[in-house]
């Protein structure tokens, strides 16, 4: 299966956006999912993530209450809803996806990688 994240861009700060990861070959329903985020010589952070069937979803306290996972297995895609967007949000953002159905928060427990798109946020 292979992972496409899109959706990022310049906002300033205080704006949203919404990054898609959709994913052809495999049925996504078979992955919990979760996104992560590297800033510019920084380490990769988990930023959140959703079970199979998107009935839960685990947030990292930099980002609560401001972004929201949310899933479409009909439509194979995940989505990464982000509100408030402040300078230090700016990252390149990548979905990850992982076969066991419960939260993850280091990269080596996924499984299967999208490219990335960047989000920079303007002051």
């Known amino acids: 299966v292979q992972l496409q994240a899109s959706g990022g861009g310049l906002v300033q700060a205080g704006g949203s956006l919404r990054l898609s990861c959709a994913a052809s070959?495999?049925?996504?329903?078979?992955?919990?999912m979760g996104w992560f985020r590297q800033a510019p010589d920084k380490a990769r952070e988990f930023v959140g993530g959703?079970?199979?069937?998107?009935?839960?979803?685990y947030y990292a306290d930099s980002v609560k209450g401001q972004f929201t996972i949310s899933r479409d297995n009909a439509k194979n895609t995940v989505y990464l809803q982000m509100n408030s967007l402040k300078p230090e949000d700016t990252a390149v953002y990548y979905c990850?996806?992982?076969?066991?159905?419960?939260?993850?928060?280091?990269?080596?427990?996924?499984?299967?990688w999208g490219q990335g798109t960047q989000v920079t946020v303007s002051s």
């Open positions: 959703i079970t199979r069937s998107g009935g839960t979803s």
């Open positions: 070959g495999r049925t996504l329903s078979k992955y919990y």
């Open positions: 990850a996806g992982r076969n066991g159905d419960y939260v993850a928060t280091l990269p080596v427990d996924y499984d299967l």
